[in-house]
Structures are given as C-alpha cells and as structure tokens.
C-alpha cells in the first residue's frame, strides 16, 4: 500500500495538466471547465486501478500513462459517436446501421427546413395554427388509397395508438403464429398489454383457420388484428387466415380489422420472390380497415410510422392524448414529405433501398471488380510497405439480404470482394475496417473479410481505398 500512495502523490496537479499542450488545444476549442471534469474522471479511474493493484507503475511512466489516460479519454468526449459508416455487409435495410438510408431530395428537404422557420404548424391561408399531419396525410392517401392517414415517430407507436383507440379494455383476436419479437423490444403481447386490450390468442404456431376467430368473437372484442411475422417464417404444413376472410368476418361482427403491416411496401418490386410481401394498398383494397407500417424499412424514409385507412376510425385517433406524445419532428416530416413526393412522380429508383434490391447482378459484378482492382493497386503502391504477398483478394459470389424483417427467408444473389491475409486473421482484420477513420463495416465468410457491393452508396468505394490505406500504414 505504500507503494501506492507513492503513486497517488506523484500524480500531477491540475494545473501541470492544464498545461500539456495538446490537453490546452481541448481546453482551447471545448472550454476550460469540460476539459477539468474530464481529467478528475480520467484521474478518479487511475487513482481506483492503483488502489486495487490492478497495474504496477514506477514513477517514471506514471506521467505518461496520466496524459495518455487524459488525451484519449478528451478524445472520446468530444468526437460524436454517432458516425457516418459504410455498409458493406449486403443487408439492404440494416437494423443496427441506421436501417434506410435517404434519397437525396429527402436530405435536401431535411437541410433547408432545419435551418429555418417553417410551416409545420402553421397555415398561410388561415394566418394561424394548422396541421403538421396536413403536409403527408394527402399523400400518403393518395399513394395508397386510403381515406385518412396519420404519422407518429414509429411503427410501434403506430400500432400502440391504433389499439388503445379501438380496443382499451376490449378484446384483441390474434393468431397465436403472429404473436411476434422484433429487435428484442417490440413484442406484440407487450403493445396489447400497454394498450390495456386483453389479448386472446387462437389457433397454432403454423395454422389458424377463419373458423378460430369465428368461434373466440364475443360481445367485448373490439379488434381483429394480423400481423407481419416479419424476422422469421413458418414453412411446411402451415395455413394462415387471407386479408379478405378477416375483413368480412369483421365486418359482419362490427369489429375493427387492422393490419401491422411492418415493412412499408408501397410499390411493386422488379424482383420476383418466392414469398412475395403485400403494399399497403394492397392490404386496403382487401378489406382492411387500418393498416400501419415503417417508413424507414422496404419505403425507404425516415423512421417514422404510418396509420392508413378508416377516416372514421383514424379521426378517433387524432383525438387520443397517446397521439402528441408519439407525433414525428419537422425534419421526419420532411423528409417522409419529399421521399413519398418520389414515389408519386414515378421516379422511385431514386430511392437508395429501392435501387439497392434492383440492381442487376451483371452491375453488381462490374462493382465488385473493380473494386477489387482498386484495393489490389492500393496494396502495391500506396505510402505503406507493399504488402501483397501477405494479403489476398478476389471476387466472390454472395447472398445479400433485404433485412428490417422483410423476406427473412429470401436472398439477393450478388458479389463481393473476399479479402484474407496470411499475417491477420478475418477477426482482426474486420476490427481495422471498422475502426478506420472512416469505419468500414464487413461481413465474414469462410475465413475471409467480406465487403458486399450491393450496399456500397455513391462515394462509398473511395472511402473504402481511403480506410484501406490507412490500415496498410499500421500494418
């Protein structure tokens, strides 16, 4: 212990700390005050690790560790952790990396009423108060024949709204083979609940037949509702109940048909599947009374979510308190506004989703290749040691993923560059891809790091060689 309050005395002052040149650039740039706070936290940690012997120091390297511990830690705090990546892992509408990416009339949107006041509440005609959802409801109304639409911040909102206006303290039908877990917070029985609806679950797993809802229909159910199984699909002996069965049986019971829908479709795919997914409109035109999905999955917006049909029901909703607590920002709403505008014009392959899951195969080899050239050039020539005896790369075949819970068993055939090295393994060289200046996220296959074309957005490729270059110079 001696020993240690050796070291706790030889720790610098705060102003010795103050004084380090590049500890006064923070302090320069992010205030004096956040940088003291910073270096009482980062002192605080060391002075526990020398308490509990969990290092052993001489005088002579404290100093150093001090800074570094000081440097690294004012790094961490003042970068953003929130960065730009690039998706290289072929999953089209990745969860964990910020799902769909906009179009660019989207962001220009996004940019020009973010920096200025705005209409978002606000009629010119009337000179006063209007109507935020007035900017989207006609749209999407139009796009997908429904009589009324609302938006709040996401598709879970959406579905929580549509059942504690329709079904509070009444019954909800569901199937049991329907009662789904998305992303390990959206749970279907948990919304009920929340809802305060009594959920009563019918059928199996893998078969729930018209003559199920029929027979659980009392006098206090309110809702039938179906739902996106979304992440996972039952295959074999299996029957499910169509849209249009649950919408006559409804309507000859007076009850409320409604639809998650959850992946956003709104227009055909140039893609044929073996399980094909259903639009919004199709879903209206089959009966449905409300249906609600994502904006920023198989759409390709903003993470927004949409209630679609009955303006008798949806005018309900406009009045439900949930509703101001769930209502989308400016900059949603505009970027929902200007994406859907796209889809009205026609112009859809100007949505980045849209154009990733219909590329064509011989586009994505083209890709792939050069690519794969431009990282080989990279490994001879660049500022590094040429390291190409060390490290290999070739095109490769790959199965890209749509992702966001659409066609959870279908795949994208596409291509690939396969990196290995002969010094790193796949793990490792993964973890330099990610961590560049500009991370790169891979895939890995078979001992080797993957990066999947499909996915790469314009400028992508060049970010890739930048990243791959830095990680050339620490090799």
């Not at 005395?9 to 004096?32: H, K, Y």
């Not at 969860?95 to 209409?119: C, F, H």
Request: with cysteine; glycine share 8%.
């Amino acid at each position: 212990m001696s020993d240690a309050n050796s070291l706790l005395r030889s720790i610098p002052a705060m102003d010795q700390l103050l004084n380090i040149p590049m500890v006064a650039e923070f302090s320069a740039t992010m205030g004096r005050e956040f940088v003291k706070e910073t270096i009482t936290a980062a002192l605080d940690s060391l002075r526990r690790e020398i308490c509990d012997e969990i290092f052993t120091f001489t005088d002579k390297t404290l100093g150093e560790l001090v800074e570094n511990r000081i440097t690294t830690l004012l790094h961490q705090r003042s970068s953003s952790t929130l960065k730009s990546v690039v998706n290289a892992t072929g999953v089209i509408v990745h969860t964990n990396l910020g799902r769909a990416p906009l179009a660019n009339k989207a962001l220009e949107a996004v940019s020009d009423i973010a920096r200025t006041y705005s209409t978002l509440e606000y009629s010119l005609e009337k000179g006063g108060r209007g109507e935020r959802n007035s900017h989207i409801e006609w749209l999407i109304c139009h796009i997908c024949g429904a009589e009324a639409a609302l938006a709040v911040n996401n598709n879970a909102a959406a579905v929580l709204l549509a059942l504690s206006t329709c079904a509070a303290g009444r019954e909800v039908i569901v199937s049991n083979g329907e009662l789904v877990e998305i992303g390990g917070s959206f749970r279907i029985p948990e919304i009920l609940s929340f809802s305060t609806a009594i959920m009563k679950a019918v059928g199996c797993t893998n078969s729930t037949r018209i003559a199920d809802y029929r027979g659980a229909v009392t006098e206090n159910t309110a809702v039938l509702l179906k739902v996106h199984t979304s992440n996972y699909r039952i295959e074999g002996f299996t029957s499910c109940t169509s849209r249009e069965e649950l919408a006559e049986l409804a309507a000859a019971c007076g009850l409320v048909f409604i639809e998650d829908l959850g992946s956003g479709l709104l227009c055909p795919l140039g893609v044929a599947f073996t399980h094909p997914e259903h639009s919004a409109r199709n879903c209206l035109e089959a009966g449905v009374d409300i249906v609600t999905f994502s904006g920023d999955k198989l759409l390709g917006g903003p993470q927004i979510g949409v209630i679609a049909g009955s303006k008798q029901i949806i005018d309900r909703m406009r009045n439900h308190p949930l509703l101001r607590a769930m209502r989308a920002d400016k900059m949603t709403l505009a970027a929902f506004e200007a994406t859907l505008r796209i889809y009205l014009s026609g112009r859809r392959d100007e949505i980045p989703v849209i154009k990733m899951i219909e590329t064509d195969e011989g586009v994505l080899l083209k890709k792939a290749r050069q690519l794969c050239a431009k990282l080989k050039q990279t490994a001879k020539t660049g500022e590094a040691k040429d390291i190409s005896n060390d490290i290999s790369f070739e095109v490769v075949q790959v199965d890209d993923a749509i992702g966001g819970g659409a066609f959870p068993t279908e795949r994208l055939s596409g291509f690939g560059v396969g990196i290995q090295s002969a010094s790193r393994s796949a793990e490792s060289l993964a973890l330099a891809f990610r961590t560049a200046p500009v991370p790169i996220i891979p895939g890995i296959r078979d001992g080797r790091v993957i990066l999947h074309v499909r996915t790469l957005l314009d400028g992508d490729e060049e970010r890739i060689i930048s990243s791959f270059s830095n990680i050339l110079s620490g090799y």
